[in-house]
């Protein structure tokens, strides 16, 4: 049959099929391969910006307290709790801790800054006394001592001995110190460091240096110098819902 222009026209019996000119030929390869080009690129970019964001993610999601880019915190430091489990005093000895010896001045010398010290329920299932021997329990760190709830636990200086001297950071730098459900009875101040200021204050404790907090404790029969029951010479002192019985300050502040 007859061909339009441009274009070769073949029959091979029924149907037919049109061949495109050489022009058109070209112009639809140029067409093709340009589309492939611009495929191509953008196909490059997809992978390349997909091999980059897990980089990126992994970075983020990998602790490293050292970085400060790394958008994760450091983990917390992990405190211990050291229980009492003997009422006996003496010096102290921190292999008895942990284990059926520990004494309170055993933990104390075991603890570390914001560590607890509590005391076993066997031990205080009935009223108990810790009498000091070995002189006054000298807090050098934040930590908290934590007596039961039933106030069955007394510590005593028998009249000898302050009972707690509170020196927590001498260096500008003051720890907090707690105390809740204690019973301090029979502390003397005149007996603690009579050479530093205020040392002979304060009979069940004394407070050099160091933020303290004293929750529900009881204070009976304490004497010293200035605050028969707590003298407090720099730093913070917060007394909630304690008594005060008994004690003496020769200048007459007997709490």
Same mark, same amino acid.
């Given at each position: 049959?007859?061909a339009?222009k441009?274009v070769? #026209?073949f029959t091979?019996?029924k149907?037919? &099929?049109?061949?495109?000119?050489r022009r058109k030929?070209?112009?639809?390869t140029?067409?093709?391969s340009?589309v492939s080009?611009?495929?191509?690129?953008?196909?490059?970019?997809?992978l390349?910006h997909?091999?980059?964001?897990p980089a990126?993610?992994?970075?983020?999601?990998?602790?490293?307290a050292?970085s400060?880019?790394?958008?994760?915190p450091?983990?917390?430091?992990? &405190?211990?709790?050291?229980t009492?489990? #003997?009422?006996a005093?003496?010096p102290?000895n921190?292999?008895?801790c942990?284990g059926p010896g520990?004494?309170l001045r055993?933990?104390?010398?075991n603890?570390?800054?914001?560590?607890v010290i509590?005391?076993d329920a066997a031990l205080?299932a009935?009223?108990?006394t810790?009498?000091?021997?070995?002189?006054?329990?000298?807090?050098?760190?934040?930590?908290?001592?934590i007596g039961?709830?039933?106030?069955?636990?007394?510590i005593?200086?028998?009249?000898?001995?302050?009972?707690?001297y509170v020196?927590?950071?001498?260096?500008g730098?003051?720890?907090d110190v707690?105390f809740?459900?204690?019973v301090?009875t029979?502390?003397?101040g005149?007996s603690?460091f009579?050479?530093?200021?205020?040392?002979k #204050?304060?009979?069940?404790?004394?407070?050099?240096?160091?933020?303290?907090?004293?929750?529900?404790c009881t &204070?009976?029969?304490?004497v010293?110098?200035?605050?028969g029951a707590?003298f407090?010479?720099?730093?913070?002192?917060k007394?909630?819902?304690?008594?005060?019985t008994g004690n003496k300050?020769d200048?007459?502040a007997?709490g």
């Open positions: 049959g007859a339009s441009g070769s #026209s091979p019996g149907g037919s &099929f049109m061949v495109p000119s030929q070209f112009a639809l140029v067409f093709v340009l080009f611009i495929c191509c690129v953008a196909g490059w970019n997809a390349a997909r091999a980059e964001t990126k993610s992994r970075i983020l999601q990998t602790p490293n050292a400060s880019t790394s958008g994760v450091a983990p917390s430091p992990v &405190f211990a709790t050291w009492v489990t #003997s009422a005093d003496g102290a921190v292999a008895n942990p520990c004494r055993d933990a104390i010398a603890a570390n800054d914001s560590d509590v005391f205080t009935a009223p108990v810790i009498t000091l021997s070995s002189g006054e329990l000298t807090i050098n760190k934040g930590i908290q001592i039961p709830l039933n106030k069955n636990l007394t005593s200086g028998n009249n000898v001995t302050q009972i707690f020196n927590a950071d001498p260096l730098n003051p720890k707690a809740q459900n204690l301090l029979k502390g003397n005149f603690a009579s050479g530093l200021i205020g040392s #204050s304060g009979g069940a404790i004394g407070i050099r240096f160091g933020n303290l907090t004293v929750n529900n &204070f009976t029969n304490n010293g110098d200035s605050g707590i407090n010479l720099f730093n913070t002192l007394v909630t819902d304690c008594t005060f300050g200048d007459g007997g």
